[in-house]
């Protein structure tokens, strides 16, 4: 779904040409579309305090947004996402008990959580070849099963160390957005940069040609799974200090955000290639998307309606060869050129 595209910077400039890829060059032009028409139409919310209290979300969002790449570039879907950052929450400020003391320790179980659900659903769906989807719907449902067990679907308050942790800033910058660019830094250099992950990226192009290389494609495929969890859990730890006072359901709004900045940034929903980059600059994009759309009158209930326009506008964008489109339509232009000539 997405092609790299060559772009050549500087010309008789004497610099040297990089390639882009397709989904990078869309959404960064998307996204400066976007400001240009906030600071015309919306004014308010591209000011320092409005970034800087939305910022914290669209982080959030670009890491839960990481780990669904990560199952995508494998061919799958990971519905679990709201369950899975739901109990981070749940854990991170129930078991506390409003002590810092007790922080480490829920953080710690936290990510146990979501270690045995992410190894769950890779040897569902990688050994057992269960369908991705049914796989994470019924994880999901498990997920919720324990949130329900903790904290019986009453919110509590977030301990002082944990809003400071990730509800601070540091140099005027919120630390959720320090930690996401980490992620991103981590992610990045992890897919690009190792020959571990660059496998990964080949067997989800093309399990069977991987397979016949000598590949093992199992493990890969059920590490997608468990590394998403993991950043899932991330998400749902910094949403628990950000949000004072967070619910027992804080995942259930990035299920659907998830999918669509990942199809913004241009990832293959049959596998391969993913684009970390350009998937939190996509979560920024769609954040930016829904302060726009509140500020003009759209009322917060449709904002799920908003996502899926993103999503619809994603798919359609990369499902059209638009460079072979234009050289069709320039070969027949030219075909028509010579026949008058002629």
Sequence with gaps: MAETTPHSFGGSMGLSSMSLSKGFVTIVASTLALILLCIIFAPSTVTAGSLMGSLPFAAVLGIVGLGQMLVVQQGGFDLSVPGSVSLAV???????NGQ?????????????????????????????RLNAIVATIGMNALLFSAVFAISGGVPRITTNLLAHIAGGQTLGIPHSVLFALAILALVSFGLKKTVACRRFEAIGANPKAARAAGLSVKPYQAMAYVAAQILYCTAGILIAGITREPTA???NSLLL?????????????????????SVVIAAFFL???????????????AQTIVQALALVF??????????????????????EENHETV
């Excluded at 954040?287 to 209930?301: C, D, E, K, R, T």
């Excluded at 994603?314 to 075909?335: A, C, L, M, P």
């Design 249 to 251: 359901f804080q995942g």
């Design 90 to 96: 749940v854990i991170a400020t129930h078991m506390p």
């Design 314 to 335: 994603g798919i359609g964008v990369y499902s059209i060869e638009w460079t072979n489109r234009f050289k069709k339509e320039q070969t027949s232009s030219t075909e």
């Design 100 to 128: 810092d003391a007790g922080l480490l320790p829920a953080l710690i179980i936290a990510v146990g959580f979501a270690l045995a659900a992410g190894v769950l659903n890779g040897i569902m769906v990688a050994y057992f």
């Design 287 to 301: 954040n930016q998307l829904s302060q726009f759309a509140l500020s003009i009158g759209v009322p917060y209930s």
């Design 257 to 277: 955000p998830s999918v669509a900045v990942v199809v913004l940034a241009g990832t293959s929903l049959l596998g391969g290639r993913g684009f970390p980059i």
